[in-house]
């Protein structure tokens, strides 16, 4: 007998990140029939497949995780400040079963293609083998860095010898033991990976095209007693990451740079260098974005550090960001990692002096010769923002693809929806976040099910934002983009590392309370900015 094709869904959810995670659950709680497709053969999203050595948090575990349920909060121990991958990823496991998730997730199943049918205001989603989903609500959660970038490099798929993506971790241990390693990239997860295993290799030799400015990420487990104060906090905790700009519990400085004396100056950047994770932008002083004068102080700190610890002068210098100032890239936050190269089986490679030539069969080249490798690591990064939505085969009204609508970048509203594509929403996407994700992220889902449930209650099941009401966020998204000092044209929030991508802004600066106000109106007006009507 013919398989009978599935029952349409409510809502389909593609992603089980820590966004769709929690998505699936806001969804069955709100009474919607869901289903969660998810690539993978588990849950976690960036935390599943980001399982390289040294992968962590650099945001505080307890202000990334979910926050929705005070009894999860308090059975689940975080045993560092800054949790590790595998912390991370039983976690989320953990979050699945305990809210009866896991029977809603189908695994391995990745999305080749999603049309909206006009006629029937429902979405059609087609697995690679051809099989069709139906769903009224099509909710993408794939998050905006999940899809690996490879630098389109000569000869890179003639490594005879193993290669690895930081973004595509196999699941089994990389054995590094003994093994000529090279790592290509030095952002946030290169540096992550490069210390966490130069212990075990023969030799590691890390090609770097851009220097970063690194500072400590300052992990520490947690006590007893601050595990106590925690769960006493909680709800002043979760008070204060609501109504913080960017996420986080650090507090703000009251002071410019120059405010102070040179001596008061040194003894607060102490400070940040000790201080945790991204309070070095949070809590920093407070035109260390907006004075270039003021970031070059904090950044000729950072390097006299760098200076401090890096044996070798040589090597110290090619560590030392030139060419960008503190903050116009993704900061990356270390352990251990300026230190990793003072010993003896660590090699710096500078491609600006020494440009890679191509990858052969036994390793790679560069403009000073060649060298052989057991393994290369690419901690080359992602296609940040739109790189999962646009290779999903997405279709809206009239056969509209998506790529096609964004193929000057993204346009989003809220950075919910985009006009033209009823019935689909994609939180954590594009222009949503500047700061601590997953707060961002929630905030979306939250919105985007509050919505749902109106349309339910209200009648109505076709939901799509005016297109008046795109342009204006889009807009206002850009324009933040460019106020004074505007810069970090050369990051990846531009989507400048990958080559042909239309330099847009992928986030929204204007941060969390924009993002509120905005929720706020919509609620009150009856969510004015969606066209919301009954199927013909
Ligand atoms: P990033 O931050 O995009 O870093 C990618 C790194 O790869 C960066 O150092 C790049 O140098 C380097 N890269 C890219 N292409 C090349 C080529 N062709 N040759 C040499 N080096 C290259 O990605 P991550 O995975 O480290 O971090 C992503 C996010 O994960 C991070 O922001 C956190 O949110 C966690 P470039 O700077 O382009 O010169």
């Known amino acids: 007998m013919p398989e ?47 399982r390289y050595p040294g992968a962590r948090f650099d945001s505080e575990s307890y202000t990334y995780a979910y926050l929705f349920s005070e009894e999860l909060f308090d059975e689940w121990e975080w045993h560092e400040h800054f949790a ?57 959660a794939t998050g905006v860095l999940s899809v690996p970038y490879f630098p389109d490099v000569p000869g890179r798929d003639d490594f005879r010898g193993e290669s ?116 070095k932008l949070t809590s920093n002083y407070t035109d260390l974005l907006q004075d270039p004068a003021a970031n070059e102080q904090w950044c000729d700190f950072i ?7 890096v044996h070798d002068p040589q090597t110290a210098e090619k560590l030392i960001p030139k060419g960008h100032r503190f903050g116009e890239h993704r900061p990356p936050f270390v352990a251990g990692y300026f230190e990793t190269f003072n010993r003896p089986n660590v090699t710096l490679v500078d491609l600006t002096q020494t440009p890679m030539v191509r990858v052969t069969a036994t390793g790679i080249e560069t403009t000073a010769g060649a060298h052989d490798f057991d393994i290369i690591v690419w901690a080359t990064g992602f296609d940040f ?24 970048g993204p346009t989003t509203y809220l950075g919910v929806q985009t ?38 209650d209200h009648g109505f099941d076709v939901v799509e934002v005016d297109p008046a009401a795109e342009e204006e966020w889009t807009s206002m998204v850009d324009r933040w983009a460019v106020r004074p000092p505007a810069f970090g044209q050369s990051s990846y929030y531009f989507g400048a590392n990958i080559p042909g991508k239309p330099r847009r802004y992928l986030l929204n600066s204007a941060g969390r309370p924009k993002l509120f106000a905005e929720i706020a109106d919509q609620v009150a007006s009856d969510y004015k900015a969606f066209k919301l009507s009954r199927r013909a």
Not at 89 to 94: D, K, Q, S, V
Not at 133 to 138: E, G, K, P, S, V
Not at 303 to 309: D, E, L, Y
Not at 426 to 453: I, K, M, S, W
Request: charged content about 20%; overall charge negative; aromatic content about 12%.
């Open 164 to 279: 690895y993506h930081t973004g595509l971790w196999p699941a089994a241990p990389v054995d590094f033991a003994g093994k000529r390693v090279a790592v290509i990239g030095t952002g946030s997860s290169g540096v992550q990976v490069i210390p966490a295993s130069a212990g075990d290799v023969a030799s590691l030799t890390v090609y770097q095209r851009t220097a970063n400015w690194c500072t400590p990420l300052n992990n520490a487990p947690i006590t007893p007693e601050e595990q106590a104060q925690l769960r006493a906090d909680f709800d002043a905790m979760r008070e204060t990451l609501n109504t913080s700009v960017h996420g986080f519990l650090h507090r703000a400085c009251d002071r410019a740079t120059f405010d102070d004396t040179p001596e008061e100056r040194r003894a607060y950047y102490e400070k940040m260098w000790n201080s945790p994770g991204f309070s």
């Open 84 to 140: 590790d991958q595998p912390e991370i990823e039983r976690y989320l496991n953990h979050v699945v079963d305990r809210f009866d998730l896991r029977r809603h997730i189908r695994f391995g199943a990745k999305v080749a293609a999603a049309v909206y049918d006009e006629p029937s205001g429902a979405w059609t989603v087609t697995l690679p083998d051809g099989r069709e989903l139906y769903a009224r609500y099509l909710v993408a």
């Open 385 to 408: 923002g739109t790189g999962a939505l646009t290779r999903m085969g997405i279709c809206g009204r009239g056969g509209l693809a998506l790529t096609d609508h964004w193929a000057d």
């Open 4 to 50: 009978s094709p599935p029952a349409p869904v409510d809502v389909l959810v593609v992603g089980a990140g820590i966004t769709g995670i929690y998505q699936l659950y806001r969804a069955r709680e709100a009474g919607f029939s869901v289903q969660l497709l998810e690539a993978g053969d588990g849950a976690g999203g960036t935390w599943y497949w980001n």
């Open 303 to 309: 390097a006299a550090k760098i200076r401090g610890i």
């Open 419 to 456: 006009a033209g594509f009823p019935n689909f929403f994609f939180p954590g996407g594009p222009h949503a976040a500047a700061g601590n994700n997953p707060r961002y992220n929630g905030d979306q889902v939250d919105f985007v099910t509050d919505l749902l449930v109106y349309a339910r």
